[in-house]
T-cell receptor, first 111, second 116 residues
Framework: DAGVIQSPRHEVTEMGQEVTLRCKPISGHDYLFWYRQTMMRGLELLIYFNNNVPIDDSGMPEDRFSAKMPNASFSTLKIQPSEPRDSAVYFC?????????FGAGTRLSVL | AQTVTQSQPEMSVQEAETVTLSCTYDTSENNYYLFWYKQPPSRQMILVIRQEAYKQQNATENRFSVNFQKAAKSFSLKISDSQLGDTAMYFCAFIQVQGGSEKLVFGKGTKLTVNP
């Protein structure tokens, strides 16, 4: 298996623009997680899905953030409008059981 | 709420020597899992080792081993025969299975540098 695949690897955008991050989980995994990593706050869980259904979105910082999982092989994290404080590395992870496997992350820079 | 504490922000070790990274956690539950993840400069999060709380035997993966002290809520990582490729951020993580949901809680990380 190719592992968890995230795109794009890097994203640079201007404040106010919409940003969409994409994730393809490992085939057969039933959980999908979105994390954000910053120097100040470390790794934070934003939202996670089980069998494509959002289970806990309490980590989503505000209404500008939304996530979807239309099917078992694809998820998106959208920020609209983006702000400079959203600059971070965003990770997607998937699991079947207790071990989470991470993608390579998307480095987002909002200017 | 569960918390994970890594008290060493940075550490360094000479190549071929042994280093131990510390981790403590706080939980009132009895059934959980503990992990060490490695994040090299490439930023990929890589699972290093996993420990099941109900197993007393310490987990080992090649040069990596843990010292799991359940009563003390301590979970340290020992790296033997350190290699330059071990240079990375190391994150201790805890997961508690509750009601079918699985939320992974991370420590702040320890930056390990292996010197030639």
């Amino acid at each position: 298996d190719a592992g968890v695949i995230q795109s794009p690897r890097h994203e640079v955008t201007e404040m106010g623009q919409e940003v969409t991050l994409r994730c393809k989980p490992i085939s057969g995994h039933d959980y999908l997680f979105w994390y954000r990593q910053t120097m100040m706050r470390g790794l934070e869980l934003l939202i996670y899905f089980n069998n494509n259904v959002p289970i806990d979105d309490s980590g989503m910082p505000e209404d500008r953030f939304s996530a979807k999982m239309p099917n078992a092989s694809f998820s998106t994290l959208k920020i609209q409008p983006s702000e400079p404080r959203d600059s971070a590395v965003y990770f997607c992870a998937s699991s079947l059981g207790d071990i989470q496997y991470f993608g390579a992350g998307t480095r987002l820079s909002v200017l | 709420a569960q918390t994970v504490t890594q008290s060493q922000p940075e550490m360094s070790v000479q190549e071929a020597e042994t280093v131990t990274l510390s981790c403590t956690y706080d939980t009132s539950e009895n059934n959980y899992y503990l992990f060490w993840y490695k994040q090299p400069p490439s930023r990929q999060m890589i699972l290093v080792i996993r420990q099941e709380a109900y197993k007393q035997q310490n987990a080992t993966e090649n040069r990596f081993s843990v010292n799991f002290q359940k009563a003390a809520k301590s979970f340290s990582l020992k790296i033997s025969d350190s290699q330059l490729g071990d240079t990375a951020m190391y994150f201790c993580a805890f997961i508690q299975v509750q009601g079918g949901s699985e939320k992974l809680v991370f420590g702040k990380g320890t930056k390990l540098t292996v010197n030639p």
